[in-house]
């Protein structure tokens, strides 16, 4: 394969003009949209050194997972290692797919997959502790290939890699908090959730969602707004506060809102949901010193199939065009709130 190297520097003077609908070269996305100009076959190509390094995250995919299998669920399950019970094919199969569509639109990993076992019939004390351990690490790994793959720019040096690590900080410090603050109520017996919180969460991400695709449908791209994504990130932190959900399509969609590529958008949130995570998974590992215990009899499944999927998603997201990133992104929220208002019905 030939090398393609990263060329964030070199938008000036390339050729590429920006419609309407794509950002400026010092905006947060823009070696994305100039990467979503070229050809399919030159976003298709990527390095040997990509190679090398998707191959090292397959080979790290492999030890974390047997170390799941083989020490962390009989610490914390108290059962035995028996394959047969460890993997079980339709969550590999369901977190492997929700994982895809998380890592490509910012969103629905944590929603769809925990309200498809909690139909399973598996307990929240089983389901929560696992789906963050989970996106804990596909949101990290995500992240990292987002970057790698080009959708996104994290460091300092260039306006729009300065921008979007800026952006990422300020995600992760609002979605930290709300994430402790979700976990500790959780697990007080705290009742915040229910029918009218779920409507709210679905009144929320249909209203944004409907403002984004108004905005593509009249080809409307506005200036990056640091104020607006803060509200939007702290809108994102009261839902992940209350509910434990709608972070990430409100994130997501704050973003795209607030002047920022579709696909940077959603790579920044991959990794802010990574983050935010760890914070849960530190929560977690606090209280089990006051003797709540954990169950992580699932996590080898989920982790099984949504590790993969967030190795190979950023490619998807590099190759597909940004055009229909942006109707896909939207429609997706749009779906997840039905998902919600099905569940109160």
Known sequence: MADTTKTSTDHHGSGVSDSPAEKSESAIGALACEIDAREFIDRARVSRRTVGRVGVAMAIYAIILAGIVFFVVPRYSG?????SATFLPTIVIAAFL???????????????????????GYPAAAVVPTLLFSEAATGLVGGLFHNEFE?????????????????????VAIGVGATIVSVVLAYLAIEVSGPLVQAY???IIVFIAGLTLFQNVADFSGTYSQRQLIGFAALAGLNKGITGSGF?????????????????????????????????????????VAGVGLDLTLLPSVFAGGFL???????????????????????????LAATLFAEIL
């Open 98 to 120: 929700f994982e895809t569509f998380d890592s490509a639109s910012g969103m629905g990993f944590g929603a769809t997959l925990g309200a498809l076992l909690f139909v399973l």
């Open 201 to 203: 969460i679905g009144i």
């Open 151 to 171: 959708n996104v720019e994290f460091g300092y040096g260039d306006e729009s890699a300065t921008k979007a690590t800026r952006v990422l900080g300020l995600v």
């Open 309 to 335: 999927a967030a190795i190979f998603a950023p490619y998807t997201v590099r190759v597909m065009p940004n055009r229909i990133l942006q109707y896909i992104v939207p429609g997706y929220a749009l779906i």
């Open 248 to 288: 990430g399509p409100v994130i997501t969609l704050g973003q795209i809102l607030s002047g920022i590529y579709e696909k940077s958008a959603t790579a920044i949130t991959s990794m802010s949901e990574g983050i935010v995570s760890l914070a849960g998974i530190i929560t977690f590992l606090t209280i089990t």
């Open 79 to 83: 059962t035995a290692v028996n394959t």
